[in-house]
């Protein structure tokens, strides 16, 4: 069984592009959440979708937005980026949105120069 | 402001000894808490978690106690494993509306020497 996939696992980008990370949650999950993990820092919780509607959005700029397509996986956007954007950008999934327990991907880490 | 505070960031144990991470919360509407297990360019794998309905939990080697009168809760491997040693982070979630979200403590980074 696939666990949590996230495309690129590395990237590098310069200050003002745009950046698109992507996501597939484990087959028969119908929620994913974004997490931001900054260096010495726990995740951050960015964006949580459920059945392609956002359901809660953290602490970020509107530089950052998401979506979920029908068959549950996700993209998450940053546009104008910054250097301190450069983290590792973490993906989960659960059952469904009122399920605690959710697992990971293995994550895309992202440097902006 | 820290609503999951890990306030070791590092402890060192012998192999087969216990290891005892702990973790203070400051949310009281906090009813779930988790630990994940997190290696270096991986992401945090889950470990166990306990609802606040309950003191205790366990699950082989690991057992997590929640003390809600004191905001703390501990996670205890016994015996500990050289293959044991990773960050820890602790988390806890709160329903809000129509999602959960975990907020994570920064992590304490357990070695376990053989």
């Known amino acids: 069984d696939a666990g949590v996939t996230q495309s690129p696992t590395h990237l590098i980008k310069t200050r003002g592009q745009h950046v698109t990370l992507r996501c597939s949650p484990i087959?028969?999950?119908?929620?994913v959440s974004w997490y931001q993990q900054v260096l010495g820092q726990g995740p951050q919780f960015i964006f949580q979708y459920y059945e392609k509607e956002e359901r809660g959005r953290g602490n970020f700029p509107d530089r950052f937005s998401a979506r979920q397509f029908p068959n549950y996986s996700s993209e998450l956007n940053v546009n104008a980026l910054l250097l301190g954007d450069s983290a590792l950008y973490l993906c989960a999934s659960s059952l469904i949105w009122e399920v605690a327990e959710a697992f990971f991907g293995q994550g895309t880490r992202l440097t902006v120069v | 402001d820290q609503q999951v505070k890990q306030n070791s960031p590092s402890l060192s144990v012998q192999e087969g000894r216990i290891s005892i991470l702990n973790c203070d919360y400051t949310n009281s509407m906090f009813d779930y808490f988790l630990w994940y297990k997190k290696y270096p360019a991986e992401g945090p794998t889950f470990l166990i978690s306990i609802s606040s309905i309950k003191d205790k939990n366990e699950d082989g080697r690991f057992t997590v106690f929640l003390n809600k009168s004191a905001k703390h809760l501990s996670l205890h491997i016994v015996p500990s494993q050289p293959g044991d040693s990773a960050v820890y982070f602790c988390?806890?979630?709160?329903?809000?509306?129509?999602?959960?979200?975990?907020?994570w403590g920064l992590g304490t980074s357990l070695a376990v020497n053989p």
């Open positions: 988390a806890a979630t709160a329903r809000a509306g129509n999602n959960r979200k975990l907020i």
């Open positions: 087959s028969g999950h119908k929620s």
